[in-house]
């Protein structure tokens, strides 16, 4: 297992190009099979994720082959149902195959994927949306077994949870929707850039979809779909983590190749923690300017800020004069991060799926322990900035979400490396 050292205290200056997007490229691998045509998609981040649902396209019968950021993915016309736990247990996501093979086959067989460090994670609203377009499930054995009763008909759905609207099961039911008889309505719909990215990929293989980008979703089935070229938006959570990692280290970073209009919320936040940024078009500069202000974040869906940038939120909260405050509404358990940021002297109180973040002076580099992706982005920002080394062990949590880390961060000056454990 791989570990990344860092080296705090350097400011970071330069300029950094963003990947395509981790959560817009996996639902869009999913929708290609929904066609037996090839698609080929540009701007893929090389992610463990990105290579684990190339796994398992492959393991269902479709061709994929990723090369230098563009794939090529054909499913042909055997594809087989089943969607197996060695792949689905390594990644959630992996979740998002069910629509579209149920669209496709009339059938599909995923595994459950379970909880994950973050938290409890149903798919309730997934089964909910899917069953209200006419079919059969049934839970056996820790699978999901989903069965079309003659074909798949369009419906209104209201697809809202305790915590609100669910991305990846408004992408499952608009995929399955697509290829549905008739009409189908999504209620409370998803609003976030990723769902939207996927509805244009769906529009350009010939979905008729309206309303995407809003809480309400309209899409008229149609019998068939064609394979497409398409190009991913940028990450805006990795986006994001660079405009911490500038304020955090009171750096000065021109952030290049994203959309800062996916960012708003990030951005006001940032200013108003006193951190200098300029929007350009596909570009922002990030700058100190003068002492940080403490901040308060609640994580809410699309467009509010995201639960995917909260911990990254965290470590900037942890050096920043004062009291800052973090409430969790998406993740309510989404705080493993916390404990670590605490063996770095950071001090932060959870009150129930919130965190009073006591802003102090340093933090000193210790080693610490990578729980999932966010979390260990988090772990490396404090780094950036601690007195001494920070070893950050369980790197691979890293390498499903962010694409060359090291090497972006070394060319704005870091002094960041990794070891094998
Ligand atoms: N929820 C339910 N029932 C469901 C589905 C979700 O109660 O059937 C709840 C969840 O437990 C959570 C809330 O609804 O409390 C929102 O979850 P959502 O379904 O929107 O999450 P997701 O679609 O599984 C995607 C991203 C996550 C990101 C969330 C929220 C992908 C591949 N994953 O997950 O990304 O945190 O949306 O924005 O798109 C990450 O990249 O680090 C990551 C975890």
Same mark, same amino acid.
């Given at each position: 297992?791989?570990?990344? &050292? ?15 997007? =981790? ?37 269902? /019968?479709? $061709? ?72 059969? &499930?049934? &839970? ?10 003659? $074909?798949?008909? /369009? ?51 010939? +979905? ?36 911490? +990692? ?22 006001? $936040?940032? #200013? ?6 300029? =929007? ?7 700058? =100190?300017?003068?002492?940080? $202000? ?9 467009? +509010? ?7 990254? +939120? ?34 932060? &109180? ?7 973040? #006591? ?63």
């Amino acid at each position: 297992m791989d570990k990344i &050292i860092i080296e705090g205290g350097v400011k970071l200056k330069g300029e950094v190009d963003i990947s395509g997007s =981790k959560n817009a490229v996996l639902p869009i691998m999913a929708a290609a099979l929904l066609t037996e045509e090839e698609s080929i998609i540009e701007n893929v981040p090389s992610l463990w994720d990105v290579h684990t649902m190339v796994k398992l396209l492959r393991s269902l /019968g479709a $061709k994929a082959i990723l090369e230098e950021g563009i794939l090529k993915i054909k499913p042909g016309n055997h594809l087989k149902p089943l969607a197996p736990y060695r792949l689905v247990k390594t990644m959630r996501a992996s979740v998002c195959v069910l629509g579209p093979l149920l669209a496709r086959l009339g059938e599909a067989e995923v595994s459950l994927p379970g909880g994950c460090a973050i938290g409890p994670r149903p798919i309730d609203l997934h089964l909910k949306g899917l069953e209200a377009l006419n079919a059969d &499930i049934n &839970i056996q054995h820790g699978y999901v077994k989903i069965k079309t009763k003659k $074909k798949l008909r /369009g419906s209104e759905i209201y697809l809202g949870g305790a915590y609100g609207s669910s991305v990846l099961a408004t992408d499952n039911v608009m995929m399955a929707a697509t290829l549905s008889h008739g009409k189908t309505v999504i209620e409370n719909a998803a609003c976030e850039p990723e769902v939207v990215d996927l509805a244009r990929f769906l529009k350009k293989m010939g +979905a008729k979809i309206e309303g995407e980008g809003s809480p309400r979703i309209e899409i008229e089935g149609v019998r068939k779909l064609r394979g497409v070229n398409y190009r991913v938006i940028p990450d805006r959570i990795e986006a994001g983590t660079f405009m911490f +990692a500038a304020a955090i280290t009171g750096g000065d970073i021109l952030i290049r190749r994203m959309e800062p209009g996916h960012l708003n919320a990030v951005i006001d $936040k940032l #200013h108003q923690a006193g951190v200098r940024i300029d =929007k350009f078009k596909n570009t922002v500069h990030v700058r =100190k300017n003068g002492r940080l $202000k403490p901040i308060d974040i609640t994580t809410l869906p699309y467009p +509010a800020f995201p639960t995917d940038l909260q911990a990254q +939120a965290m470590a900037l909260m942890s050096v920043t004069p004062g009291i800052s405050i973090v409430t969790e509404k998406i993740y309510p358990n989404r705080f493993m991060h916390v404990p670590e940021l605490g063996r770095m002297g950071a001090k932060i &109180i959870l009150e129930g799926p919130s965190a009073i973040v #006591h802003g102090v002076k340093k933090l000193s580099g210790a080693p610490v322990m990578a729980s999932d992706l966010r979390a260990s982005a988090a772990l490396v920002l404090a780094g950036l900035v601690a007195e001494g080394a920070t070893e950050v062990q369980r790197v691979y949590h890293l390498d499903r979400g962010y694409e060359n880390l090291e090497q972006k961060l070394t060319s704005l000056g870091a002094k960041i490396r990794r070891e094998k454990e």
